[in-house]
Every structure is written in C-alpha cells, then in structure tokens.
C-alpha cells in the first residue's frame, strides 16, 4: 500500500511563494505520474500539474503555467510544487496524487493514491 503526506501549506499574502512536499511511502513506491490536484470550496477537484516519475515530464493547467513549478526526487520519493506569485484565486485545499499505470495525468480518476490535502490560503 502507498501513503502520500502533503506538508507546506498556510496563509500566504497575494503575490507570495509556497512549497508543498508530498512524502510518498510504500513496499514498492513506482508511480508513473505524479500529481498535484487542487479543491477550493463548492468546487470540483481540479488538475494543477504532474510529472512523469521517470522521465520528468511535466504538465501543467493553464491557470498555474509560469507560476507554479513541480518536480521530484526520486531517491527521496518525495513530490514539490513550488508556488510563485500567487493569487487569491488559488486558495483551495491541495492534493498529491500518484497513478501506477500510464494514462491521461490530467485527470483525477485515473490516480491510484491520493493524501489528505494541505490547505492554501492566499489573502488579498
């Protein structure tokens, strides 16, 4: 069974930088993507980016494009998003996600383990 543990959330004033880390555990821990999800309140479950475990390729929602960055260390099977230049609007309950098979990474359903969420919260 896999565990992901997302930390690094708080309050954060509008134009403001973040790091999450999502600690992944496990017998045998090898992702095909990586995700990073996020759920602001009345919404629905939304993409920010993933990475292939592998290969390092990334993804990203347009929203977050140029301000967000993800990566990985594999050897420490640890996930980051780093968060740039942030915007009320991203305020919301952030997710890490890992999917086993290969797929469509944008996607929620296709993720196999999710964490508990770290909450956002950029003031004005």
């Known amino acids: 069974q896999v565990q992901l543990v997302e930390s690094g959330g708080g309050l954060v004033q509008a134009g403001g930088s973040l790091r999450l880390s999502c600690a992944a555990s496990?017998?045998?821990?090898?992702?095909?993507?990586m995700g990073w999800f996020r759920q602001a309140p009345g919404k629905e479950r939304e993409f920010v980016a993933a990475i292939s475990w592998s290969g390092g390729s990334t993804y990203y929602a347009n929203s977050v494009k140029g301000r967000f960055t993800i990566s990985r260390d594999n050897a420490k099977n640890t996930l980051y998003l780093q968060m740039n230049s942030l915007k009320p609007e991203d305020t919301a309950v952030y997710y890490c996600?890992?999917?086993?098979?290969?797929?469509?990474?944008?996607?929620?359903?296709?993720?196999?383990?999710w964490g508990q969420g770290t909450q956002v919260t950029v003031s004005s």
């Open positions: 996600a890992a999917d086993r098979a290969p797929g469509v990474p944008t996607t929620p359903s296709g993720y196999d383990y």
């Open positions: 496990g017998r045998t821990f090898s992702p095909y993507f």
